[in-house]
């Protein structure tokens, strides 16, 4: 039995050694048609690297070594795609020896093993239908998404800017030269220091005003003694209901310093109110007031979202928590803080921290309302503009910064993940436990 037991174990090392060529250790098993299909793999993929597959993984080192003849960038993303190709059929090699090896120890046990084309599809069919169904999705996943963050990943170590546009110039890898310029250089920490901070402060406060509103004017339309209770639901809807792209521009009119209705139509109104003497607020051309406007239009603009999920999750709380909590002798802001507001952020607390992390890369607000102007504070940014807006600005200026704005995505896309697993942690946003 010793011997036999010894035998078996020789014959299971030397099908794994088979395996080390794709397909081998399937057909020492007996599969042939996975063998077939396993080594086909590896002769394509063999095929691939020698025609141009190896050079492109070269090109991803050196990224060209002629000017005009060799495209720094084309090489770069070449060589990107080609890693990812690389990197899928080591996967796909890892996967051969693993199974190569559980076969063959399944053989050694007397265990029933598929042989035929018939019996290997049968089995796909039935046990690998959930992955079949989802390789579409993985592999659209790798080539849309991955993909481009490698791209970007890769671009933010290189010098790739005005000086350095192919196919004129050639790009070199330069390690963490530009982080260490972020947070180092005077000039572009100075810079990402004030952009970074005001897109924190924008982010808290107009995100922070957007859900307010949203939760009280669902909080209110949701009592018994208001009537019309759909003509306010449809005027709380309006701001969502027009285009945002048409919104901030509009605000952006009405907030004109010269000409805009609140400078010449609302602000004279309330003049002539008792003790009241306003003038007329540099919405456009002073840096802080415009702060305050854009954080106004968006709590304007976001507001309904907020409404219309709150409304669905006051009308699935039972009204006897309510009476209950009336005969105990609760106040109105007893029965909403320990009531309605702690059901709210159960239900509602993941899509809250989405409208934060969605406000910290809010171009369009930013951009469309003044540009991410007046002003600025060096390095191509403007006084109100958000790390977003900056890097858009950094690569469509006139000095494009194409690495640099790499660097700063890479920057921008660690805060939000951490911050938003951070807050999903603490909030157990995701337990649906209870």
Not at 143 to 155: E, G, H, K, S, Y
Request: aromatic share 14%; glycine share 8%; net charge positive.
């Amino acid at each position: 039995m010793k011997q036999s037991g010894t035998k078996n174990e020789v014959q299971v090392n030397k099908v794994t050694l088979f395996s080390l060529i794709p397909g081998f250790g399937q057909l020492a098993n007996g599969q042939k048609a996975k063998g077939i299909a396993f080594f086909s793999i590896f002769l394509i993929f063999v095929i691939q690297m020698i025609l141009g597959g190896f050079q492109s993984l070269v090109g991803l080192v050196t990224l060209g070594s002629i000017p005009i003849e060799d495209h720094s960038l084309f090489i770069l993303i070449e060589g990107t795609l080609q890693l990812i190709i690389t990197i899928i059929f080591f996967l796909f090699y890892g996967l051969n020896l693993y199974d190569a090896r559980r076969v063959a120890t399944m053989r050694k046990n007397g265990q029933k093993i598929n042989v035929t084309m018939k019996e290997t599809l049968q089995t796909i069919g039935d046990e690998g239908f959930p992955y079949l169904l989802t390789l579409p999705a993985y592999l659209l996943m790798i080539f849309t998404i991955i993909f481009p963050v490698l791209v970007t990943l890769f671009t933010a170590f290189t010098n790739y800017d005005f000086n350095h546009i192919p196919p004129a110039s050639l790009i070199d890898w330069v390690g963490f030269k530009n982080f260490f310029s972020i947070f180092f250089l005077s000039s572009y920490r100075n810079t990402f220091l004030s952009v970074f901070s005001w897109t924190i402060i924008w982010t808290l406060c107009a995100t922070t005003l957007q859900i307010s509103l949203g939760v009280l004017t669902a909080v209110v339309a949701h009592q018994k003694f208001i009537k019309f209770k759909r003509v306010f639901g449809i005027i709380f809807l309006l701001p969502w209901a027009v285009p945002a792209f048409i919104t901030i521009m509009s605000f952006s009119n009405i907030f004109n310093d010269s000409v805009g209705a609140i400078n010449t139509q609302v602000i004279p109104f309330l003049n002539n109110l008792p003790l009241v003497d306003i003038g007329a607020i540099s919405w456009k051309t002073d840096p802080n007031w415009t702060k305050v406007a854009i954080i106004l239009v968006q709590g304007w603009l976001g507001f309904p979202y907020i409404y219309v999920m709150v409304t669905g999750i006051l009308q699935s709380i039972s009204e006897d928590l309510y009476e209950a909590a009336k005969i105990d002798g609760a106040n109105a802001w007893k029965r909403f803080s320990n009531i309605t507001l702690p059901a709210i952020f159960l239900v509602a607390a993941p899509t809250f921290i989405t409208q934060y992390t969605g406000n910290f890369n809010n171009f369009s607000m930013i951009y469309l309302f003044n540009n991410g102007g007046p002003g600025s504070v060096g390095g191509g940014a403007g006084s109100t503009d958000i790390l977003i807006s900056w890097i858009y600005k950094l690569t469509t200026g006139t000095s494009p910064q194409y690495s640099m704005a790499s660097a700063i995505t890479l920057i921008i896309s660690a805060v939000v993940i951490c911050v938003s697993l951070l807050v999903f942690k603490k909030t157990n946003a995701f337990n649906m436990g209870d």
